[in-house]
């Protein structure tokens, strides 16, 4: 069974920057993307980026594009976001998400990571 378990969340000023980890473990070998998505209160999940395990074809959401730098490290099994020039609207409870190879949605959540910028 798939887990994975996120870290790197934390209050940051805006204009600065924080960088998010999203460890996978159990049968990894499947993979076919992994991806941060998104919830600040009062509004629905979204994905924020998004990255493809065999050939690393990225996405990003309008909002972040330019800020935001998703990448993979696969013999770790790790995804990272790197998040600079933080604004007040990024604040939400970050969550990684897994998708399988043939799974057509990302089935495997973790727990979410709090991200707070002060403005």
């Known amino acids: 069974q798939v887990q994975v378990v996120e870290s790197g969340g934390g209050l940051v000023q805006a204009g600065g920057s924080l960088r998010l980890t999203c460890a996978a473990s159990?049968?990894?070998?499947?993979?076919?993307?992994m991806a941060w998505f998104r919830q600040a209160p009062g509004k629905e999940r979204e994905l924020v980026a998004s990255?493809?395990?065999?050939?690393?074809?990225?996405y990003y959401t309008d909002s972040v594009k330019g800020r935001f730098t998703i990448s993979r490290e696969s013999v770790r099994n790790t995804i990272y976001l790197q998040m600079n020039s933080l604004q007040s609207d990024d604040t939400a409870v970050y969550y990684c998400?897994?998708?399988?190879?043939?799974?057509?949605?990302?089935?495997?959540w973790g727990q979410g990571t709090q991200v707070t910028v002060s403005s």
């Open positions: 998400a897994l998708q399988r190879v043939g799974g057509g949605s990302y089935d495997t």
């Open positions: 159990g049968s990894t070998v499947r993979t076919y993307a």
């Open positions: 990255i493809r395990w065999f050939g690393g074809a990225t």
